[in-house]
């Protein structure tokens, strides 16, 4: 099954409604750049590549309907609407990657009739960029997969967290197409649970064997011997290598330094932040408490509790092995081999006859 979880369907954007997986499939068309920004907000759309195609999408969306002939006023309205998704989701880098992007293009344009075709037309660049970027990854990633490797993963950094293909999971599928034998376990990922409702949905629709572990499993599988490697996904890596992920991600990365095994991220070029020198620069979104107090609309908790709800953790850069990006693998000191692959990736991007230049 191709996921494509961000696509144009003419001028609709179609998003897979990922708040109904793994019971319903949906896809839900758009022609509301409104609707968009709230369609992220609410997690319909999730994951930072995805989110990141999600606006610029949206953004095509503005521009459309935005009726004005002077190109100042046209300007003013839509920065209007980038402002807006650029407060929809504060953690994932991607998301101002991808609107920065679009602000560059509109500002290169002097009509509103060429800046819908040229945001278009970079909107449309930016998702295919992205599947290519999985796949690099994926082909990258996979070379440090053993056969028969127990693999433990949290979250979901699939095929439903980017454009198509994925990043942590994109390693997996990229092992598996290299015709290594892998079992995948699967955090639950409280308190959304996107590890057993997203990445679990998404290697059964592909026959990869997977196991669904509760979140506070994974020390006993590792202190068994059943786990050989750890692969996560990203939403902001800082210029020093230190990690932002779903919330529980630090955890597990202690658990596999105490019991030596690796851990590797997998996330495209876009993630990475060198504006930000360390972790403690990352914002960390807090979302509603109902997430955890609830499940299913259903109240587990007792009525008055405080509860905190961080979505995401920092992890440090010393529990990280390899960083695995479509232009290779970066290890310590992440500070060089970082910025080595940012520089490379954007002179392929925005040099001369790039795509946003």
């Keep these: 099954m191709q996921i494509r979880p ?27 750049w409104r609707d968009v920004a709230q369609a992220i907000r609410q997690m319909v759309v999730r994951g930072a590549p995805a989110i990141g195609a999600a606006a610029a999408c949206g953004l095509v ?9 002077e190109m100042a006023d046209f300007r003013a309205e839509w920065l209007r609407a980038a402002d807006v998704f650029a407060s929809t989701r504060p953690t994932a880098v991607n998301l101002f990657w991808a609107i920065e992007r679009m602000k560059r293009v509109l500002h290169t344009c002097h009509t509103p009739e060429s800046a819908r075709r040229r945001l278009r ?15 690099a990854i994926g082909q990258h990633g996979q070379t440090l997969i053993p056969d028969g490797a127990r693999i433990l993963t949290h979250c979901n950094a699939g095929a439903l967290a980017t454009v198509g293909y994925g990043t942590a999971l994109g390693v997996i599928r990229a ?4 015709g290594k034998k892998v079992h995948v376990y ?25 196991t669904v572990i509760t979140d506070n499993m994974a ?14 996904g990203a939403d902001r890596i800082a210029a020093n290598g230190d990690v932002a992920n779903k919330v529980g991600t630090y955890s597990v990365a202690v658990l596999a330094k105490f019991h030596g095994i690796p851990l590797y991220v997998a996330a495209p070029i876009s993630t990475i932040d060198l504006s930000v020198a360390d972790g403690s620069g990352i ?3 807090e979302r509603a408490p109902e997430e955890v107090t609830h499940i299913a609309g259903v109240r587990i908790a007792p009525e008055g509790v405080r509860v905190i709800n961080p979505a995401f953790d920092v992890t440090p850069a010393e529990l990280v092995q390899a960083i695995i990006t479509e232009e290779g693998i970066a290890r310590p000191p992440y500070t060089v081999s970082l910025a080595q692959m940012v520089a490379k990736r954007s002179g ?10």
């Design 61 to 69: 969306l503005a521009a459309q309907s935005i009726p004005v002939a």
């Design 121 to 135: 037309q970079e909107s449309e660049a930016i998702l295919e960029e992205d599947v290519q970027a999985n796949r």
């Design 348 to 357: 392929e991007v925005f040099g001369d006859g790039g795509t946003a230049g």
């Design 283 to 285: 914002p960390i979104e």
């Design 175 to 178: 092992a598996v197409e290299a």
């Design 186 to 210: 699967a955090d639950e990922t409280r308190p959304r649970l996107q590890g057993m409702q997203l990445t679990a949905w998404e290697l059964v629709q592909e026959g990869i064997p997977v």
């Design 6 to 32: 961000v696509r144009w369907d003419g001028d609709a954007l179609v998003l897979i409604d990922q708040t109904q997986l793994p019971h319903r499939y949906v896809e839900v068309r758009y022609t509301d």
């Design 219 to 232: 020390g006993m599988l590792m202190r068994r011997g059943e786990i050989d490697v750890v692969v996560v």
